[in-house]
């Protein structure tokens, strides 16, 4: 239904608003007959060839010869009352119907040319109407039919001869046939040769001759909705059939909806609007908040086919992330959230729920190269998605993932500096914190590793904070080791705090480089040097044994080591004080106490 209705002619624009054109509704009016017409003729072919031997199909194959064969076997005689004679020994008014109703307008002015009854100016009217690209009769005909009509035709006992007359002219709108139609699809097929463009700007040489009776495609469309409706087409029963009637009237937002309210039937209803989104001829909400379908200010029908999709996906979203990205794809030229385009957000909570970052987003090698992800087979910008899962990764919560997402966006800064908050809480955290804390450094010293041999784009302020974080990290591995001696050596290295008043000045300066996070752990690393040169302090002071020649041949030495401990230990407390903000009131108390311990 959908392949044939859509098949319209060359268009300056396929848009929701040219469905409004008198062009557009008249190629969905001529599109739904011929897929009416075309079913019907397969239909009278079923039934013949299956009883060939009652229906006596015979001679030329023709549709002549085909109508006659199916009246034999489906044509009551007792049931109607029939005028002006027959065709083949059926009546000539059911023969021609029948070929209207096969879409064989040729066949039916061929029988009237050789028809030894006289039907006036019908086969005239007939032979227009057959050449009509329109499938209207011209103004001056129609309305010379429209009188013969009332005349002769609206009255007549012959069922078929009224239904051809509305055909042909469509007269008497409001005339069901039931006697004729005894299937929706044959009362539909009828309206669409009643019904003609409701746009006003029709000329009138189609034939709408200024009568107040015609049926517009707006009218025939609230007939089937409203007057009728699921109810009368017992829709729950039958839901193809009441979504069918919908696409023929080009009703498409109605149907898809109704289609979406049969659970089992979503994922059809899903596949029909992308068909149709991909026409250009689908009314779409603008964001996909909201419910599935609603009215925009003409009171015009518009369906929500992005939560359509988003609810669609994520029925299979966490067993196959690779399908569910297929249809997130679809989703690329919709509005999602204020400033978020909605294939963003759907690929955000695709990778966010599955956790399948390296086979949907890509990963980044040690040596710098990328390893695809199933995004990139797509024509989008894929670091700008990425960086929007890092984003969202981000907010929730989830750091470190969202380190591997802007590393692998090229995003260094936002990589670097979530990494250094990072490192900072965890960098002298408890035994509680030391698996994080040596994930952290192994990963730290990775991405250091990489930005060193391939570059990066990092700020200078940023990165020099980096590095001094992850040397930090080794240096309080080794405090908790106990190596005094090389823990003091790598803080003498860092040059983050003095150890001589010299040094003083140069390391309050030197602090305006570093960000935030370190100049957070600088309390801690103070307090740490201090008990540091306090462990060095204690082990001279109380070091040594043996002989008393011995110690005092050490003696001048100690005292020498001791005098340098306590000068180091006056300048971090000088140090501390010079800071331009405010230490911890426990810190400072803990570092003045550990320096008056060692002047004792």
Not at 397 to 425: C, M, P, R, T, W
Not at 534 to 562: H, K
Request: charged share 20%; hydrophobic share 40%.
């Amino acid at each position: 239904v959908l392949s044939s209705l859509l098949d319209t002619p060359p268009l300056r624009s396929k848009t929701p608003e040219a469905r409004s054109t008198a062009s557009l509704q008249a190629s969905f009016i001529r599109q739904g007959r011929k897929f009416l017409q075309s079913g019907y003729m397969d239909f009278m072919r079923t039934v013949v060839f299956s009883h060939l031997s009652t229906a006596q199909l015979g001679g030329v194959p023709s549709t002549r010869a085909l109508v006659v064969a199916f009246l034999r076997l489906q044509l009551p005689r007792d049931r109607f009352q029939t005028e002006d004679g027959s065709v083949d020994g059926q009546p000539i008014w059911a023969v021609l119907y029948y070929c209207l109703r096969c879409g064989d307008v040729h066949a039916a002015v061929q029988i009237l040319a050789q028809s030894p009854h006289s039907l006036g100016d019908f086969q005239t009217y007939l032979e227009h109407f057959a050449t009509s690209e329109t499938g209207w009769l011209p103004q001056t005909l129609e309305s010379k039919m429209h009188l013969e009509y009332n005349r002769v035709g609206r009255h007549s006992p012959d069922p078929f001869k009224r239904a051809v007359y509305t055909i042909v002219c469509g007269v008497d709108p409001h005339e069901n046939h039931a006697e004729v139609c005894v299937k929706t699809e044959d009362y539909l097929w009828l309206k669409l040769h009643q019904a003609q463009p409701s746009d006003s700007m029709i000329p009138s040489a189609q034939g709408l001759g200024g009568r107040s009776d015609r049926l517009t495609y707006a009218d025939l469309q609230r007939t089937m909705v409203e007057t009728y409706g699921e109810v009368h087409f017992k829709a729950q029963q039958k839901p193809w059939l009441y979504f069918k009637v919908l696409l023929l009237v080009a009703d498409f937002e109605t149907a898809l909806e109704f289609l979406w309210r049969q659970p089992s039937l979503r994922s059809h209803a899903v596949h029909f609007a992308l068909a149709l989104q991909e026409s250009g001829f689908l009314r779409n909400t603008e964001k996909v908040t909201g419910p599935i379908l609603q009215r925009d200010a003409g009171e015009q029908p518009q369906i929500n086919v992005g939560q359509m999709v988003q609810t669609h996906l994520q029925r299979f979203a966490a067993t196959d992330p690779r399908e569910a990205l297929e249809y997130a794809y679809i989703l690329r030229t919709f509005s999602g959230l204020p400033g978020e385009e909605l294939f963003e957000h759907s690929v955000s909570s695709l990778a966010l729920e599955t956790r399948e970052f390296s086979a949907l987003l890509g990963e980044m090698n040690s040596d710098g190269s990328v390893k695809p992800g199933y995004l990139d087979r797509f024509k989008v910008d894929t670091r700008g998605v990425i960086r929007h899962v890092a984003s969202r990764a981000e907010q929730e919560g989830l750091l470190e993932d969202a380190v591997h997402l802007y590393d692998l966006s090229g995003f260094h800064d936002k990589v670097i500096a979530i990494l250094n908050k990072l490192i900072s809480q965890v960098l002298v955290g408890g035994s509680g914190v030391t698996s994080t804390r040596n994930h952290l450094k192994a990963l730290g010293l990775a991405i250091a590793k990489r930005y060193r041999s391939h570059g990066h784009s990092a700020s200078g302020g940023s990165m020099a904070s980096f590095c001094m974080l992850i040397d930090l990290v080794q240096f309080f591995d080794m405090f908790r080791n106990r190596q005094i001696g090389p823990s003091l050596d790598v803080l003498r290295r860092l040059k983050l705090v003095p150890l001589t008043e010299n040094e003083i000045e140069q390391r309050v300066t030197g602090l305006r480089q570093y960000t935030d996070e370190v100049r957070h752990v600088l309390p801690d690393v103070l307090l740490t040097a201090m008990q540091l040169l306090y462990q060095q302090y204690t082990s001279t002071r109380g070091g040594g044994g043996g002989s008393t020649p011995m110690r005092a041949m050490s003696a001048i030495a100690d005292d020498s080591t001791l005098s340098l401990l306590r000068q180091q230990a006056r300048t971090l407390i000088t140090f501390a004080g010079m800071l331009p903000y405010c230490m911890p009131g426990d810190m400072n108390a803990r570092l003045v106490q550990m320096e008056v311990l060692m002047e004792v």
